[in-house]
C-alpha cells in the first residue's frame, strides 16, 4: 500500500492502537452518559424550584393600600 492508506491499514492490523480506540470509546460513552445525566438532573431541579417557588408565592398576601 502506498499513499495515506498504509498507516490506517497497518493500525489497524496491529494490536498497538486497540487501546486508543477502546480508551476513546470509553470516554465517548461516559460522556454521553453524563449528558444525558445532567439532563435528567437540570429537569429534576428545574421541577422543584417552580413548585417550591409557586408554594411561596401562595403564602405572600399584601396588605390592602
Keep these: 500500500m502506498n499513499g495515506l492508506a498504509g498507516p490506517f491499514v497497518d493500525f489497524f492490523r496491529h494490536e498497538e492502537g486497540q487501546d486508543l ?14 449528558l444525558l445525566a ?6 429534576g431541579i428545574g421541577t422543584s424550584y417552580v413548585g417550591y417557588d ?12
Design 21 to 34: 480506540v477502546e480508551y476513546g470509546l470509553l470516554g465517548l460513552f461516559l460522556g454521553l452518559a453524563g
Design 54 to 65: 409557586t408554594g411561596v408565592q401562595g403564602l405572600w398576601e399584601p396588605r390592602d393600600p
Design 38 to 43: 445532567w439532563n435528567a438532573i437540570a429537569a
